[in-house]
Nanobody, 124 residues
Framework: QVQLVESGGGSVQAGGSLRLSCAVVGVIYGGYCVAWFRQVPGQEHEGVAIFYTGGDSTYYPDSVIGRFTTSQDNAKNTMYLQMNDLKPEDSNIYHC?????????????????WGQGTQVTVSS
C-alpha cells in the first residue's frame, strides 16, 4: 500500500515563499510521475508541476513558471515544491499525486495515489 504524506502549507504574505513536501510511504518500483495539483473553480485540478522522478525536466504552466520549482530527495522518498513570489491567486489546497504508470499527464484522473492536501494561503 502506498501513501503520500504532505506537509509544509501555511499562510504567507504576497511575495513570500513556502516549500511543500510529499513523502512516499510504501514501495513503488522504478521511476514514476509526480504532479502537484491545485483546484481551479469550475475546472478540473490544475497541474502546477509535473515531472518524472527518473528525468531532468518539469512541466510548469504559465501561471507559475519562474516561481515554482520541484526537487526530490531519493534517500527520503520525498518530493518538494518550492513556491516563491507567491500571489493571492496561489491560495489553494495543494495535492501531490503519483502515477506509477509513468504517463506524466496533465489530467488528474491519470494519477493513482494522492496526498491528503495542504492549505496554502497568500494574503495581499
Amino acid at each position: 500500500q502506498v501513501q503520500l504524506v504532505e506537509s509544509g502549507g501555511g499562510s504567507v504574505q504576497a511575495g513570500g515563499s513556502l516549500r511543500l513536501s510529499c513523502a512516499v510511504v510504501g514501495v513503488i518500483y522504478g521511476g514514476y510521475c509526480v504532479a502537484w495539483f491545485r483546484q481551479v473553480p469550475g475546472q478540473e485540478h490544475e497541474g502546477v508541476a509535473i515531472f518524472y522522478t527518473g528525468g531532468d525536466s518539469t512541466y510548469y504552466p504559465d501561471s507559475v513558471i519562474g516561481r515554482f520549482t520541484t526537487s526530490q530527495d531519493n534517500a527520503k522518498n520525498t518530493m518538494y515544491l518550492q513556491m516563491n513570489d507567491l500571489k493571492p491567486e496561489d491560495s489553494n489546497i495543494y495535492h501531490c499525486a503519483v502515477d506509477p504508470r509513468r504517463r506524466c499527464l496533465r489530467s488528474a484522473s491519470a494519477y493513482k495515489y494522492w496526498g491528503q492536501g495542504t492549505q496554502v494561503t497568500v494574503s495581499s
